[in-house]
């Protein structure tokens, strides 16, 4: 049987000589793969629609025992400069990668959709990528079940400042709790609120954020450290984005 689903591509792996096998991220029916016959040569009609970081609706045909065939394509959104500007192209791959190893293949979750849909969005609107990045590790950390403590300490609930950021306590910790963690991080209150701003706040609703060169350094060690101390995976894209990143 025919079905339309609404989707954004966050995978391709070369299938054959002239296939591909997507994987997109839907709206009905979470993460789901499905086989785009022929999507290689130039001239196919599922060429377009195959693309990475394609948002659109996909007839598929289903039914049978293997994944589903793609049939046909219509593209809302190509997100074209993504795949063109180097920098916006390792900043894209990276986040996509993550939100790719943090979800499970059908399940269903029309926030998650939003929210990679609205990344996008706004990376090829021009906002800045890396506070989009840091907002949407925040994000998918709360996904993968790591939610840290950015409200009072982590080990004594206390709201005295100054604080520290602690990974393996989970969060703050106040001047008492610090001896608790010698490897503790120290941060700005700045960087602190905007971590627990991040976990918060509506992406729909984002403005303009001014983050000044020491903060935003600060964002990426603490969300980097959280990512690698309680996430069991390695992302390709991210040494590709750490290299763009020193580029002059």
Same mark, same amino acid.
């Given at each position: 049987?025919?079905?339309?689903?609404?989707?954004?591509?966050? *995978?391709?792996? #070369?299938?054959?000589?002239?296939?591909?096998?997507?994987?997109?991220?839907?709206?009905?029916?979470?993460?789901?793969?499905?086989?785009? *016959?022929?999507?290689?040569?130039?001239?196919?009609?599922?060429?377009?629609?195959?693309q990475?970081?394609?948002?659109?609706?996909?007839?598929?045909?289903?039914?049978?025992?293997?994944?589903?065939?793609?049939?046909?394509?219509?593209?809302?959104? +190509?997100?074209? #400069?993504l795949?063109?500007?180097?920098?916006?192209?390792?900043?894209?791959?990276?986040?996509?990668?993550?939100?790719?190893?943090?979800?499970?293949?059908?399940?269903?979750?029309?926030?998650?959709?939003?929210?990679?849909?609205?990344?996008?969005?706004?990376?090829?609107?021009?906002?800045?990528?890396?506070?989009?990045?840091?907002?949407?590790? +925040?994000?998918?950390?709360?996904?993968?079940?790591?939610?840290?403590?950015?409200?009072?300490?982590?080990d004594?609930?206390?709201?005295?400042e $100054?604080?520290?950021? +602690?990974?393996?306590?989970?969060?703050?910790?106040? $001047?008492?709790?610090?001896?608790? #963690?010698?490897?503790s991080?120290?941060?700005?209150?700045?960087?602190?609120?905007?971590?627990?701003?991040?976990?918060?706040?509506?992406?729909?609703?984002?403005?303009?954020?001014?983050?000044?060169?020491?903060?935003?350094?600060?964002?990426?060690?603490?969300?980097?450290?959280?990512?690698?101390?309680?996430?069991?995976?390695?992302?390709?894209? *991210?040494?590709?984005?750490?290299?763009?990143?020193?580029? $002059?």
């Open positions: 049987m025919l079905a339309k689903w609404e989707g954004i591509v966050i *995978r391709t792996v #070369d299938y054959g000589e002239a296939g591909k096998v997507l994987t997109l991220f839907t709206r009905e029916h979470g993460k789901v793969g499905v086989m785009a *016959r022929g999507a290689k040569k130039p001239r196919s009609r599922l060429a377009a629609v195959s990475p970081f394609t948002y659109g609706y996909f007839l598929v045909k289903t039914g049978g025992f293997g994944m589903a065939d793609l049939t046909q394509g219509e593209i809302v959104e +190509s997100f074209a #400069d795949r063109q500007d180097l920098l916006l192209t390792a900043y894209t791959a990276y986040i996509v990668e993550l939100f790719d190893r943090l979800t499970h293949e059908g399940e269903v979750n029309p926030f998650l959709f939003q929210l990679l849909l609205l990344t996008l969005r706004y990376l090829d609107e021009g906002r800045d990528a890396e506070v989009l990045c840091r907002i949407f590790e +925040s994000k998918m950390l709360i996904v993968a079940g790591i939610k840290p403590q950015l409200h009072a300490c982590a004594c609930g206390s709201t005295q $100054p604080f520290v950021i +602690s990974v393996t306590h989970g969060g703050l910790l106040c $001047p008492n709790c610090q001896v608790h #963690d010698p490897y991080i120290t941060v700005t209150p700045t960087t602190w609120k905007l971590l627990r701003l991040f976990q918060m706040f509506d992406l729909e609703r984002l403005g303009e954020i001014d983050v000044k060169p020491a903060t935003r350094s600060q964002l990426k060690h603490v969300l980097r450290r959280f990512i690698d101390e309680h996430l069991d995976i390695r992302l390709k894209s *991210r040494n590709f984005l750490d290299q763009m990143e020193k580029l $002059p």
